[in-house]
């Protein structure tokens, strides 16, 4: 008598447990019709376990997909095996708001689930488990620091004066915008420029004023090709990447940047006072170019020989007939 008592008891307490345990649990048929439904469900549904009990889960929830689940579940029908499902893959099973405070900033709970076996008195398995965890504060902590991960390299990779890619930053749009262009025997220049006297400009009207200049570079090259496809390679030295541009195409995109550089000395002129001018090399891609490298080799060529023959104007360079 006492003994059944107990049984009855432990029974009761394990009702208790589940129904207030801090996961979801639910039992579902062969049918994925609902048998078990516990507080923790019912709490982030606003559905009850007397609402939920004897429907089917399809139909409850229209949002999980059918074949999608069948698929995940029918092995633990069949060969009595454990699967479970993971936010990284699938951010939820059931959508659930997120109802904690600290991780408010996202719309909905994260879950990661396991299905489980029951098993009869018989041995068969007519009954899973699912198993629902929030995983919520996880997820979002993993976003931060991807985030923050993402941020630092911008920062490591961007010039912080002009807003452009510094070269770290600039060399894998290069070598991108090369393997793209390169395969599918699409035109593409590459110019790289320098500033012509900017030494004596800094010297004569000081490095604030030297750095107000170059951010007008960063604005001008913003605006003619993007920041995607334009750096501050180091000191006065800037580079971009003109896709769809031919050699003859390019030259002119150079031209008329080399004269908004000189509009940059609108007020000065004085003469004996440094003015602002710029050196551009042009490189078109050649078919028998071998790397982004020789690439970028081929517009510093052309650039060096720009400033070799006066500065403050545009070389092309030639390539050699293949």
């Known amino acids: 008598m006492s003994e059944t008592h107990i049984e009855i008891g432990d029974i009761h307490w394990l009702m208790d447990i ?31 376990p007397q609402k939920a009990k004897g429907q089917n889960l399809f139909k409850l929830f229209e949002e999980i997909p059918e074949a999608w689940f ?6 633990v ?10 936010w990284e893959q699938r951010p939820y099973l059931f959508r659930f708001k997120n109802s904690r405070p600290i991780t408010g900033r996202t719309a909905f709970m994260f879950q990661n689930t396991s299905i489980i076996p029951l098993e009869s008195l018989d041995r068969q398995v007519n ?11 996880i997820a979002v902590s993993r976003a931060d620091v991807k985030n923050a991960n993402k941020t630092l390299t911008e920062i490591q990779s961007k010039d912080p004066l002009t807003g452009l890619w510094n070269r770290a930053g600039w060399e894998p749009q290069l070598i991108q915008q090369f393997n793209e262009c390169q395969a599918a025997g699409n035109e593409c220049s590459l110019v790289t420029f320098d500033l012509d006297n900017f030494r004596a400009y800094n010297g004569h009207f000081g490095h604030q004023q030297g750095d107000q200049v170059l951010s007008n570079i960063g604005k001008l090259l913003e605006k003619a090709v993007g920041l995607r496809l334009s750096a501050r390679l180091g000191g006065e030295v800037f580079g971009l990447l003109l896709p769809g541009q031919n050699g003859e195409q390019a ?12 509009l940059l000395n ?30 970028l080799q081929s517009a510093d060529k052309a650039l060096y020989h720009a400033k070799e023959s006066g500065r403050n104007q545009t070389t092309l360079y030639q390539h050699r007939p293949s």
């Open 18 to 48: 589940l129904q207030n345990i801090d996961v979801g649990l639910v039992v579902l048929d062969r049918d994925y019709n609902i048998h078990v439904w516990n507080g923790f469900m019912e709490s982030h549904s606003a559905i009850s």
């Open 70 to 75: 069948r698929q995940k579940s029918e092995p």
């Open 77 to 86: 029908f069949q060969l009595k095996t454990r699967t479970f499902t993971i």
């Open 127 to 137: 009954h899973i488990c699912v198993i629902i965890y929030d995983v919520t504060d």
């Open 251 to 262: 030259t002119a995109t150079a031209e008329k940047l080399r004269r908004a550089v000189l």
């Open 266 to 295: 609108s007020g000065n002129d004085t003469p004996n006072i440094p003015k602002i001018t710029a050196s551009f090399g042009v490189a078109s891609l050649a078919k028998d170019t071998h790397s982004a490298h020789e690439w």
